[in-house]
């Protein structure tokens, strides 16, 4: 069985006996302690299931309990104890979230039963966390890039935006970054609503009528309805529709629901903004000074979150590419327009399969050139001479 599980107690003698009844069925792991308990999880873990003692010296079992729910939140935990202690029993079920609440001694056979029964609970977690994560976030991707061939100016800004914000997760070390990223990646649905032409003046910083700035000012709210009817995508919803600053209460009563909207519209407020100034020709630092400048209208911690954001041109070179040779990967530095005007791909939108084939499918018809303008990981040496002999 690959699932661990470590079962934490200030006796020894205790956890030797818990391996021997167990070892044969479980994959068991043991630690002397709260403190030792906390490093195993983060030496040797993950663990399906933590099963601790609740009266240790030191860091008893609520306190460490609680501290396993931080940083493993998708480990089962269970509270052990010898002790009648109705009081230590509701503050490790309120504290640390337990799922199982056994006392000493306690039998093989229930204690078996207990781990089986908290490992089928690990599985049911971790199933839905990799629905959530992948196949959600996958099938987004799929619409995004759907979406990208109809208005290819919004969604190439939405794919950066996304690079922006996983940046400033993996810095915060969020929990479930996943909702941060695609409420990024969705941030411009609601521009689908609106003419292409519209939105390539707003992201030129070209001034709008009043009209047209309150056609663009609510879309927002459009993708937040559209996105409101898919199941756990809630939050996600909400904090798009709150990117350029709160527009109403929200309907959802869960306070962790109600902390990711609120950290999630503020980074993407940030990102946007952030965006809005370098795509209009100001340097990385010019644009965080002017965020800065800012610090009422902007949160300050996301702004200098972006203080050491690596821009993809810091990293890659910018490459004149055959049609034939894109890769997935590459982005687009110049937009392509067919012949007759067309916006096909706009610039700053990084080249994906689906892309890849509508670009050959508009060469093979003689609708655009035969090569375009991107950022792309530098060749080796020895690739780039044979390039330059081979032409």
Same mark, same amino acid.
């Given at each position: 069985?690959?699932?661990?599980?470590?079962?934490?107690?200030?006796?020894p003698?205790?956890?030797?006996?818990?391996k021997?009844?167990?070892?044969?069925?479980?994959?068991i792991?043991?630690?002397?302690?709260?403190v030792?308990?906390?490093t195993?999880?983060?030496?040797?873990?993950?663990?399906?299931v933590?099963?601790s003692?609740?009266?240790?010296?030191?860091?008893?079992?609520? @306190?460490?309990?609680?501290k396993?729910?931080?940083?493993?939140?998708?480990?089962?935990?269970?509270?052990?104890?010898?002790?009648?202690?109705?009081?230590?029993?509701i503050?490790?079920?309120?504290?640390g979230?337990?799922?199982r609440?056994?006392?000493?001694?306690?039998? +093989?056979?229930?204690?078996?039963k207990?781990?089986?029964?908290g $490992?089928?609970?690990?599985?049911?977690?971790?199933?839905e966390?990799?629905?959530?994560?992948?196949?959600l976030?996958?099938?987004?991707?799929?619409?995004?890039e759907v979406?990208?061939l109809?208005?290819?100016?919004?969604?190439?800004?939405?794919?950066r935006i996304?690079?922006?914000?996983?940046?400033?997760?993996k810095k915060?070390?969020?929990?479930a970054?996943w909702?941060?990223?695609?409420?990024?990646?969705?941030?411009?649905?609601?521009?689908?609503? $609106?003419?292409?032409?519209?939105?390539?003046?707003v992201?030129?910083?070209?001034?709008?009528?009043?009209?047209?700035?309150?056609?663009?000012d609510?879309?927002?709210?459009?993708?937040?309805?559209?996105?409101?009817?898919?199941?756990?995508?809630?939050?996600?919803?909400?904090?798009?529709?709150?990117?350029?600053?709160?527009?109403?209460? @929200?309907?959802?009563?869960d306070?962790?629901?109600?902390?990711?909207?609120?950290?999630?519209?503020?980074?993407?407020?940030?990102a946007l903004?952030?965006?809005?100034?370098?795509?209009?020709?100001?340097?990385?630092?010019?644009?965080?000074?002017?965020?800065r400048?800012?610090?009422?209208?902007f949160?300050? /911690?996301?702004?200098?979150?972006?203080?050491d954001?690596?821009?993809?041109?810091?990293?890659?070179?910018?490459?004149?590419?055959?049609?034939?040779?894109?890769?997935?990967?590459?982005?687009? @530095?110049?937009?392509?327009?067919?012949?007759?005007?067309?916006?096909?791909?706009? +610039?700053?939108?990084?080249?994906?399969?689906? $892309?890849?084939?509508?670009?050959?499918?508009?060469?093979?018809?003689?609708?655009i050139?035969?090569?375009?303008?991107?950022?792309?990981?530098?060749?080796?040496?020895s690739? /780039?001479?044979?390039?330059?002999?081979?032409?």
């Amino acid at each position: 069985m690959s699932e661990k599980i470590l079962f934490v107690d200030d006796e020894p003698a205790v956890l030797e006996g818990y391996k021997r009844l167990l070892h044969k069925e479980f994959s068991i792991d043991t630690a002397v302690g709260g403190v030792e308990g906390l490093t195993a999880i983060a030496q040797r873990g993950p663990f399906a299931v933590v099963i601790s003692d609740l009266r240790m010296p030191g860091m008893d079992g609520v @306190q460490f309990l609680s501290k396993v729910r931080t940083a493993s939140p998708d480990t089962v935990r269970m509270a052990l104890t010898g002790y009648a202690d109705i009081d230590s029993a509701i503050n490790a079920v309120n504290e640390g979230s337990i799922f199982r609440f056994l006392t000493k001694p306690c039998p +093989k056979e229930t204690l078996a039963k207990a781990v089986t029964a908290g $490992l089928m609970q690990y599985r049911l977690i971790t199933a839905e966390k990799e629905l959530l994560e992948k196949t959600l976030s996958g099938s987004i991707q799929v619409l995004v890039e759907v979406l990208s061939l109809v208005n290819p100016t919004a969604f190439s800004r939405a794919t950066r935006i996304r690079r922006y914000i996983q940046h400033i997760t993996k810095k915060r070390k969020l929990e479930a970054p996943w909702r941060f990223e695609v409420a990024a990646m969705m941030s411009q649905l609601g521009c689908v609503t $609106l003419p292409p032409d519209l939105v390539e003046a707003v992201y030129a910083g070209q001034k709008l009528s009043p009209e047209e700035q309150a056609r663009f000012d609510a879309h927002p709210a459009v993708a937040r309805d559209l996105l409101s009817n898919i199941p756990r995508m809630e939050p996600i919803a909400w904090m798009i529709a709150e990117q350029h600053g709160p527009c109403s209460p @929200q309907p959802l009563k869960d306070a962790d629901s109600q902390e990711a909207i609120t950290q999630g519209a503020q980074m993407l407020k940030v990102a946007l903004a952030y965006d809005q100034l370098v795509s209009q020709g100001q340097s990385h630092q010019e644009a965080l000074q002017h965020l800065r400048d800012k610090s009422a209208e902007f949160d300050r /911690a996301v702004v200098a979150d972006l203080a050491d954001l690596q821009r993809e041109g810091d990293r890659m070179e910018v490459r004149d590419c055959a049609i034939t040779d894109l890769e997935s990967g590459m982005i687009l @530095q110049k937009e392509v327009r067919t012949h007759t005007g067309l916006l096909v791909v706009a +610039k700053g939108q990084e080249v994906t399969y689906p $892309l890849l084939v509508r670009l050959r499918n508009f060469w093979q018809r003689g609708a655009i050139g035969n090569s375009v303008i991107v950022l792309a990981v530098p060749r080796p040496a020895s690739a /780039a001479t044979a390039s330059g002999h081979n032409r």
